[in-house]
RNA sequence: GCGGGCGUGGCGGAAUGGCAGACGCGCCAGCCUUAGGAGCUGGUAGGGUUAUCCCCUAUGGAGGUUCAAAUCCUCUCGCCCGCACCA
């Protein structure tokens, strides 16, 4: 109160703070009031859960795991998180005065490149830069008033976090999961590090967008791959996905039926596979290409004519960036190879290229080429004089007879469907059907096979910097690749003096780290320096919460599967693929290892929408950041909370108006003063909820606010719609500032104000809930928090009378009252008692009555 | 090129077949006040008008289905996102 005091005499003249006081109410002061309660929240330790003691044994229907993608920890939060977290928060409030147990833990995802840069920069060690990062994050957190279990708070740079990620990939090494192969790999020549396929946008480093460049490294995957068809199928467990998350999580994948066909090099002992959508189409190959990477290629070449020029392609399309070879529209190249494949449909032979559209990354790297039915063979045909050949025509009807194709005028490939040409005993036949034919006759043959192919690449792990948890591998001269016993994790991160990248990882520079003795043979052996991509870590963190200080495993068994899968997960939609499929990708590995109970780690997922500000994303190098701290600084979270909510649907990008969360201020303003009158001017009765006598203007009261109860509480758990939520308290507290001068004289109306004020202060609660508790404090009950959410009372939601409204041919030409329980025939007898709608039908003969009850009644009219 | 989303007042948005514009911002007016960047009350889509009355038009555009369309269907324009030589 003291410094209440004081800050009011600086910021106004006295006799204007007396002013006020004499009206015995103090000002909504948030920062006073939130930090009371924060503490509050802090000391009784209010949202720890504990695990249940027979958790293997425990009711599981009234737990709710709810999570938010956990902050990488660079700076300070903005304001997606605080959307993020204040989302989360409002579900988890929610939830828990539900009579849910609500699990709400939060962490760091700590490791990663730009602690490292800022290193490299300050000079500060990594680890003290995160920490740094991390107390700020934890403060501001606290500052927001969100609802979290911190007991439970873990960075995955912890080495007792990072030990358990090093024993996931022993395991995952020892089912062949993890594996090292030297491959072309995509490099950052800025970040100095390889990375996953799915770190390159458009050709360009993710992080840095400097373009990446291709090299060929040994380099530790995962083999996502194998479990392409699950993470497809299991879809379908999932309750409530964005469907565009998950369709582009399908498109990532990008599974696709054919066939695998397998073609013979003429005069060599070669055979090469390759994979075709459009097995149809065989007939219609008149070339065949290769991958300019292609193992074969040498091999094909190697003493013929044609070996410097396919040489020299090759070499140039290795320099090509992947930016330049991405570039769709470019004119096709290639070299012949001199050497012919045997098409094994026809025993055709056909000449074979090397073309740098054949990507070596897809299906075989080799493809046979269809030139009147793709169009970029048909582009690459024209180009080299190859022969068009249409089998597949547009213009036939099934069963008719064949004739020879136009291949030769073509102007363009023919990629829909139609019937069969040109292609033996097939003709006439459907192609659909034809490419099912031929790939029988292919498996009968020994020639192919039905396949599937998938976009998805395995996932590569390595990377080539400091700030990460290390392989757990040893590489031995005698006994080769040794993994690292499991007693012996963790792998500690060693100290080094450089964290600059020189193209391997900084750890390789410390001589006592990298020679160490080979667990198998005792001989001298050389530890691996990469570290693992951060996103292993990010994939099982939601599983260590549930029992995040065992030292003895990752965690229990029957802790994880009681407390997962978590029912709500809440983040961006830029994780769509990334995060979101590795973590899901890893549970399905867990599962089959047996470590737990489900092969899917979220069953809801919740996107939300970015916030934008002068028409852009927030970016610093916009410049046009709005930082959090500044406004709880002057509003306080409870304003920040609600305004970042009211902003629009949650799932929507929305534009942040600096005026906008004035006007919030203001409404938590108008609450503070409409509860304080009310706790002031009426007394406590106890609780008298049966309002069934009261006089009108009350009793209207009295309804409004129990279908705002019905509102709120459907906005939130059914849609989360937050910002309907909040306006319809913005109604009730309209409706009571209107009313509230009248009843404040009976008692009667006294006791409905106290029962509005109970009701505002309890539904805004999961919004803003430091002011509401203080509120709920002065009206004179305790702990709002774990208050029993209000029910509405169902005599009170419905209104005796609604407004039925008069249309004559569609148009609104009048409205009256009609009581709630009025049949079709009262209605329309409402309707023609109207004196307008008489003037509106008069002369006019109605020729249909339409009636519906509760909105409106329609005449149609002649 | 393929896939997905969005388009409503000056602005953020509400309304999921049934009164378009809830709620908030901004703006205008009144009250209160020595004073207001405070508070309270009212008004605010556009056009017409005989002006507290009444009418017309309006949800990117054009058609359609329906008694009734912001909402469903077809085409079209614009913006955003994802994927992109994937055989």
Redesign the pocket.
């Known amino acids: 109160m003291r410094f209440f005091w004081r800050y009011r005499r600086r910021c106004?003249?006295a006799?204007?703070a007396a002013?006020i006081m004499s009206a015995a109410m103090d000002r909504y002061n948030p920062h006073e009031l939130e930090s009371r309660w924060q503490r509050v929240w802090r000391e009784e330790k209010s949202f720890e859960v504990p695990n249940p003691s027979e958790p293997a044994a425990a009711d599981r229907s009234k737990k709710s795991y709810v999570l938010e993608m956990l902050p990488y920890p660079s700076g300070s939060l903005h304001m997606g998180h605080v959307k993020n977290y204040t989302m989360g928060d409002v579900i988890a409030r929610f939830r828990f005065r539900n009579g849910f147990t609500v699990f709400h833990p939060m962490g760091y995802d700590a490791f990663g490149l730009p602690a490292e840069n800022a290193a490299i920069n300050t000079g500060l060690h990594p680890a003290q830069l995160t920490r740094i990062n991390t107390d700020n994050i934890n403060q501001q957190l606290h500052r927001l008033g969100v609802s979290i279990d911190w007991s439970r708070e873990l960075a995955t740079c912890d080495p007792e976090y990072y030990k358990w990620t090093q024993y996931f990939f022993l395991r995952f090494f020892e089912r062949g999961l993890a594996y090292r192969k030297e491959a072309a790999v995509n490099w950052c020549p800025s970040c100095a590090t390889v990375l996953a396929?799915?770190q390159v946008?458009?050709g360009a480093c993710e992080r840095c967008d400097t373009d990446v460049e291709t090299r060929s490294l040994a380099q530790w995957f995962f083999r996502i791959t194998d479990y392409a068809e699950r993470l497809l199928e299991d879809f379908e467990l999932l309750e409530s996905w964005p469907?565009?998350v998950i369709?582009?999580q399908r498109?990532?994948i990008?599974r696709?039926e054919?066939a695998e066909v397998i073609f013979r090099v003429e005069d060599m002992d070669i055979d090469i596979p390759?994979?075709?959508?459009?097995p149809d189409t065989l007939f219609g190959a008149t070339f065949f290409?290769l991958?300019p990477e292609h193992e074969l290629v040498d091999t094909l070449v190697a003493g013929t004519p044609r070996e410097q020029a396919v040489r020299e392609y090759a070499m140039r399309t290795r320099l090509k960036t992947a930016v330049d070879?991405?570039?769709?529209d470019?004119e096709?190249?290639g070299e012949f190879t001199g050497r012919y494949a045997t098409n094994p449909v026809n025993s055709e032979k056909i000449p074979i290229y090397v073309s740098?559209?054949?990507?070596?990354?897809?299906?075989?790297?080799?493809?046979?080429?269809?030139p009147a039915h793709?169009q970029?063979?048909f582009?690459f045909a024209r180009k080299f004089g190859i022969e068009v050949r249409e089998v597949v025509s547009g213009r036939l009807e099934e069963g008719e007879a064949a004739e020879l194709g136009d291949g030769a005028t073509m102007n363009a490939a023919f990629e829909a469907g139609g019937v069969m040409v040109n292609s033996g005993s097939f003709d006439g036949m459907n192609n659909l059907e034809a490419g099912r034919a031929i790939t029988r006759w292919l498996e009968s043959e020994g020639k192919g096979k039905a396949a599937v192919?998938y976009?998805l690449r395995d996932w590569l792990v390595s990377r080539q910097r400091y700030w990460g948890a290390p392989i757990p591998i040893i590489y031995c001269e005698k006994c080769g690749v040794v993994p690292v016993p499991e007693q012996d994790l963790p792998v500690l991160l060693p100290e080094v003096e450089d964290y600059a990248p020189r193209g391997q990882s900084p750890i390789a520079a410390n001589l006592d780290f990298v020679n160490t003795v080979c667990p198998g043979c005792e001989g001298a052996a050389r530890r691996e320096t990469d570290t693992m991509d951060t996103f292993v870590d990010s994939s099982w963190y939601f599983l260590r919460y549930t029992d995040p200080h065992n030292n003895a495993e990752a965690f229990n068994r029957n802790v994880v599967n009681y407390w997962m899968p978590v029912d709500q997960y809440i983040g961006g939609?830029?994780h769509?693929?990334l995060h979101l499929m590795y973590a899901r990708f890893f549970t399905k590995v867990l599962y089959d290892l047996d470590m737990v109970d489900f092969p899917e780690p979220f069953h809801n997922l919740f996107t939300q929408g970015m916030i934008y500000y002068r028409g852009a994303?927030m970016s610093k190098s916009k410049g046009n950041v709005v930082n959090p701290d500044e406004h709880v600084e002057k509003y306080g979270a409870d304003t920040l909370r609600l305004y970042i909510l009211?902003?629009?649907?949650p799932e929507?990008?929305?534009?942040w108006?600096d005026?906008?969360i004035?006007?919030?201020y203001?409404?938590l303003?108008?609450v503070w003063?409409?509860v304080n009158e009310v706790v002031e001017r009426t007394a406590d009765t106890g609780y008298t909820p049966d309002f069934t006598g009261v006089e009108k203007r009350a009793l209207k009261l009295v309804r409004k606010s129990n279908q705002t109860i019905a509102k709120v509480t459907a906005d939130i758990s059914e849609r989360y719609?937050f910002?309907?939520a909040?306006?319809?308290v913005?109604?009730l507290?309209?409706d009571s500032?209107?009313a509230k001068d009248a009843l404040f004289e009976t008692d009667e109306g006294g006791g409905v104000l106290r029962f509005m004020a109970r009701t505002v202060v309890s539904l805004l609660d999961p919004f803003a809930p430091h002011i509401c508790a203080e509120l709920w404090e002065r009206l004179g009950h305790e702990r709002l928090w774990e208050e029993t959410w209000p029910k509405a009372d169902e005599r009170f939601i419905q209104e005796e009378t609604?407004?039925l409204?008069l249309?004559v041919?569609?148009?609104?030409?009048d409205?009256v009252q009609a009581p709630a329980n009025a049949g079709k025939d009262d209605l329309l007898e409402l309707a023609r008692g109207s004196q307008?709608i008489a003037t509106c039908t008069e002369g006019k003969k109605v020729v249909?009555e339409?009636v519906?009850p509760g909105?409106?009644v329609?005449l149609?009219v002649k």
């Open positions: 106004f003249p006799s204007f002013d396929n799915e946008l458009q469907e565009r369709t582009m498109n990532w990008g696709s054919g390759v994979f075709t959508t459009r290409l991958a070879r991405a570039e769709t470019r096709k190249t740098d559209y054949v990507l070596m990354e897809y299906g075989t790297g080799a493809i046979m080429s269809v793709d970029r063979d582009e192919s976009r939609v830029e769509a693929i994303k009211f902003m629009g649907p929507l990008d929305v534009e108006q005026q906008g004035e006007g919030t203001r409404f303003g108008r003063r409409l719609r910002n309907t909040i306006s319809a913005m109604e507290v309209n500032y209107l609604y407004e409204v249309q041919n569609g148009k609104v030409r409205r307008k249909k339409i519906i909105r409106l329609n149609v």
